[in-house]
């Protein structure tokens, strides 16, 4: 079991060190229903880490296994496949970089979060989670290799519980923090979303590039 939770715990700092979700938290926190909008898209969250990861962790349970010493092809292609996917994500996102004093392109649908309501909250948590294409990528790897490790069912329950809290912690953290001490964080999280906004396209094109080549590797070890 200890061997597969460091075999996914770069996929669950992958996810955790996302900016766009972790932006998308402070503005929340920053904005007019900060307590109730906040709580929600961190249950939307946490429940979409869970769902892409299990979902990829029974679908590659069902695949076909023999010698755990053997060579398993077909893992080993789905994980190239992975790899593959995250370094031409790494690519967009390079080319996508702002240049020079060009603002950072952010999606549409911030500046509309001081309008959002707790159900939207919570499904926009969890379409970023689980339907985004980097993080669902990286929880598809995640499931890879906890699927095919060959673990019990507490043993699973237990490395899918350690990859939710890693890769959830970055929203929950600050959340949570706001609930506590709301009016000594707001200047804090203001400066924090203008550095993350500036430096957005650099941190995934690293992110992405670093854990790509990692499932390349996994996958190439695996023939």
Do not use: H
């Not at 939770?5 to 503005?27: K, R």
């Not at 350690?162 to 609930?179: G, R």
């Amino acid at each position: 079991m200890g061997a597969v939770i460091g075999e996914v715990l770069p996929l669950a700092l992958g996810i955790a060190i996302s900016p766009i979700p972790i932006i998308a938290a402070i503005l929340m926190l920053l904005s007019p229903k900060a307590r109730v909008t906040s709580v929600g898209f961190l249950l939307g969250w946490v429940l979409g880490i869970i769902a892409a990861v299990v979902v990829f962790t029974l679908l590659s349970s069902v695949l076909p296994s023999g010698d755990p010493d053997a060579s398993k092809p077909v893992q080993g292609v789905i994980q190239l496949i992975l790899g593959a996917l995250l370094l031409l994500l790494a690519l967009k996102q390079w080319r996508g970089r702002p240049r020079g004093d060009q603002a950072p392109a952010l999606p549409a649908w911030m500046k509309a979060i001081d309008k959002i309501t707790f159900l939207g909250a919570f499904g926009l948590g969890f379409l970023l989670s689980a339907l985004n294409p980097k993080n669902l990528l990286m929880g598809a790897g995640a499931g890879v290799d906890i699927g095919g490790a060959g673990l019990d069912v507490g043993a699973i329950v237990v490395v899918i519980a350690v990859f939710t809290v890693i890769a959830a912690c970055t929203v929950a953290i600050p959340v949570i923090a706001y609930l506590v001490a709301s009016d000594r964080l707001r200047g804090p999280l203001d400066g924090l979303r203008g550095w993350l906004e500036k430096e957005n396209a650099v941190i995934m094109t690293v992110l992405l590039l670093v854990i790509g080549v990692s499932m390349i590797g996994k996958g190439i070890g695996s023939f």
